[in-house]
């Protein structure tokens, strides 16, 4: 499978623990994307990654949830002390600099109790 | 700011029929780009179709094509001869280009539901 992957596809935690999340982008994409998709909505854009510099930062990404791209392949996506409003599909989605069009990964699906 | 109106819930076609999707936008940015997406129950968006602000001619893709009304702000998609598996969830989003590279990010309309129906 050369698509874009996530892991874990589901997640179920209690309330004030931490999660993270994984990325795997498309082979030779050096752009990555999250976004969350909660219930009835559109995803929504969180943040973006040019190789290993994240470049764009939506206001949604508050001081609990942190992404990291260290060696510009993978990207993780950590909720600490999550809060029930964290409950919400996490998209990711990646694509190449001279590319208009972003590939969607199958999202993980985060519900905190 | 950037916005991306899609009003209709939920839609039904019969097989073998055509089917248009609405969406209307905002956006005072001269450039930009318009996107379709599908999305099936299994959760992962598919991308479909991509119109250019300056795109002279509309975006055709397979069965797909967008309707681009630029003056009216709209992007409808059209769906050809619908087949079963085009049951999903359709989102049009925009992104902003701007003068000088603008946003990645891209903007999404609440989406509506298609049912194609036997």
């Known amino acids: 499978d050369t698509g874009v992957s996530q892991d874990p596809r589901h997640k179920i935690t209690k309330r004030g623990q931490n999660v993270t999340f994984r990325c795997d982008p498309i082979?030779?994409?050096?752009?990555l994307y999250w976004y969350r998709q909660t219930l009835g909505q559109g995803p929504e854009f969180l943040t973006y990654f040019q190789n290993e510099a994240q470049l764009e930062k939506s206001r949604l990404l508050s001081d609990r949830f942190s992404a990291e791209r260290p060696k510009g392949s993978f990207s993780t996506l950590e909720i600490q002390r999550t809060e029930q409003g964290d409950s919400a599909m996490y998209l990711c989605a990646s694509s190449l600099v001279v590319s208009l069009v972003q590939f969607f990964g199958p999202g993980t699906r985060l519900t905190v109790l | 700011a950037q916005k991306i109106t899609q009003t209709q819930p939920g839609m039904f076609v019969q097989e073998k029929e055509a089917v248009t999707l609405d969406c209307t936008y905002d956006t005072s940015d001269p450039s930009y780009g318009l996107f379709w997406y599908k999305q099936p129950s299994s959760g992962e968006m598919i991308f479909l179709i991509y119109q250019g602000s300056y795109d002279q001619q509309n975006a055709t893709e397979g069965r797909y094509s967008l309707n681009f009304q630029k003056a009216r702000k709209s992007a409808n998609l059209v769906i050809s001869a619908s087949q079963l598996g085009d049951s999903a969830m359709y989102f049009c989003?925009?992104?902003?280009?701007?003068?000088?590279?603008?946003?990645?990010?891209?903007?999404f309309g609440k989406g509506m539901k298609l049912t194609v129906n036997p």
């Open positions: 082979s030779e994409h050096n752009r």
């Open positions: 989003a925009m992104r902003e280009m701007g003068t000088q590279g603008g946003s990645e990010k891209l903007v």
